[in-house]
């Protein structure tokens, strides 16, 4: 048996978040703070740079080596982990599995349901061990069972196959692609919470790209294409809740320039730019207003990984969006996406994530909504084989041209415990509110989960 390298993180289930609220005053604070970050911390890299701190061997080699840094469960990870080695390739199957216990499995705001949840989770990941070029691959199938509503047990899942070809040192083409059979959660903005059964789709992603790196200097370019198809539900009583108007092509062009300040820093430009095609557009009948629309990004920021400091990257800028459909408005705003660990000490990892952009809708008469994130994340390696997590979270979607305005505020715990170098189980507690607002407001809701899982690396 041998350790995987970049074996997926044992346990960690950090939260996504929705929603900030577009204008005022908040959205600056954090346009603000989230530059104020940036520019601390690339001027903290460039004075360790120039204070004389040894590059190692690997770091000569490029100006963008980012692993100085091991998170608290990047370590419990990577002690854990094993891989099975044939031929050219590593074999990673891993099996989870929990036992969960919902108070309110239909997100509703009255005559909340309880149930007992198992759920099985068995995984694959491929990787090649070549000295150049890569070749990966991963199977996973999700099977939720419910206890006493047998209608909500869902099975999923996914197959994945990326690569990198590389053409000279620094330079190298990568791409992939992803099939899922997926199920849109009860909580989710559209029809989920009054559908019979939970809302199946399937998805499909692609991507190839291009990176170029020369000194100080890096150059990415990538073309992104995903497909969603929903099916159809039936809703509580009866009637048909058509998903079709939701089936959509996203195609999505980024362009990307790095600088780097410092071995463990650059400052970067990102632009992107996404369209959207819905399958079905007025006057058909099943489509009431004409979702298409195109848009783009432009963001300036930092990244970085500052040895026993922090690691991450902070990007700032603005955000547009135009509808074919002279109905919605066009929106646009800030642009905020941000992902920062700091390292107090080595026992314990705090961090800090905040996104701010532009989404498809899944309501009827919305063809967008602005959403974002906000998380504080903490790790505790309370001993070598224990870690004590505690997360919070808030979250804001704001639904275009139409009255609605939902708010959400979490917050869990949990204890993992790493039995043995191939077993770990986690105990947890994970609360969600939501207040939706508005003419076109959704149900309010609350809901508290306790859950104890397990994983097994055979």
Same mark, same amino acid.
């Given at each position: ?12 289930? +950090? ?24 520019? $601390?911390?690339?001027?903290?890299? =460039?004075?360790? =740079? ?35 080695? +044939? ?12 036992? %969960? ?18 759920? @099985? ?16 691959? !991963? ?14 047990? $869902? ?103 790095? *600088?780097? $300040?410092?071995? !463990? &820093?650059?400052?970067? $430009? ?37 040895? +026993? ?6 990007? /700032?800028?603005?955000? &547009?969006? !135009? ?25 314990? &990892?705090?961090? @800090?994530?905040?996104?701010?952009? #532009? %989404?498809?809708? =899944? ?15 903490? !790790? +505790? ?9 505690? =997360? ?9 041209? #139409? ?13 993992? *415990?790493?039995?043995?170098?191939? @077993? ?6 994970? *609360? &969600? ?15 508290? /989960? @306790? ?8």
């Amino acid at each position: 048996m041998i350790a995987a390298p970049g074996a997926a993180i044992g346990f960690q289930n +950090h939260m996504r978040l929705d929603g900030l609220q577009k204008g005022g005053e908040l959205e600056k604070l954090v346009l603000n703070t989230a530059a104020l970050v940036a520019s $601390v911390l690339c001027l903290g890299a =460039a004075a360790e =740079a120039q204070s004389g701190v040894a590059m190692s061997e690997a770091d000569a080699g490029t100006m963008y080596q980012r692993n100085r840094n091991l998170s608290v469960m990047d370590r419990a990870s990577l002690q854990n982990a094993s891989a099975y080695q +044939h031929g050219a390739f590593l074999f990673s199957p891993e099996l989870r599995g929990s036992i %969960e216990f919902n108070d309110n499995i239909f997100a509703t705001s009255s005559n909340e349901e309880t149930d007992v949840i198992l759920e @099985v989770n068995p995984t694959l990941g491929i990787q090649s061990t070549w000295s150049r070029h890569a070749l990966t691959a !991963d199977l996973s199938a999700t099977q939720r069972e419910y206890m006493d509503f047998g209608d909500e047990s $869902v099975f999923n899942y996914s197959a994945g196959v990326g690569g990198r070809l590389d053409v000279v040192r620094g330079t190298w083409f990568d791409g992939g692609l992803r099939y899922s059979d997926n199920t849109e959660p009860r909580t989710s903005a559209g029809a989920a919470g009054q559908a019979a059964k939970p809302i199946e789709y399937d998805q499909f992603d692609s991507f190839v790209g291009f990176n170029r790196e020369f000194g100080r200097y890096r150059a990415e370019a990538k073309a992104e294409f995903s497909n969603f198809d929903y099916d159809d539900s039936v809703l509580f009583g009866g009637a048909v809740a058509d998903q079709d108007f939701r089936d959509r092509d996203d195609t999505t062009l980024t362009v990307r320039g790095d *600088y780097a $300040v410092s071995p !463990d &820093t650059s400052w970067f $430009v990102r632009a992107s730019y996404e369209e959207e095609s819905y399958d079905l557009s007025p006057p058909d009948p099943d489509a009431p207003i004409d979702r298409d629309s195109s848009g783009y990004t432009a963001q300036v920021g930092a990244d970085f990984d500052i040895r +026993h400091i922090a690691r991450g990257e902070v990007g /700032v800028g603005y955000t &547009t969006r !135009d509808y074919d459909d002279p109905s919605q408005e066009t929106e646009e705003g800030a642009s905020v996406s941000a992902a920062v660990d700091w390292f107090p000490t080595q026992l314990t &990892t705090v961090g @800090v994530s905040a996104s701010r952009s #532009i %989404e498809a809708s =899944a309501v009827a008469g919305s063809a967008g909504r602005t959403n974002s994130a906000l998380e504080l994340v903490v !790790d +505790h390696e309370l001993r070598r084989d224990v870690v004590l997590t505690a =997360a919070v979270n808030w979250g804001q979607d704001d639904y275009n041209s #139409i009255d609605r305005t939902d708010e959400r505020f979490g917050g869990s715990v949990s204890v993992s *415990y790493f039995w043995t170098e191939n @077993v770990g189980v986690r105990a947890g507690y994970a *609360y &969600t509110e939501q207040d939706s607002s508005g003419a076109a407001g959704n149900q309010d809701y609350t809901r508290n /989960v @306790v859950s104890v899982s397990f994983v097994i690396r055979p």
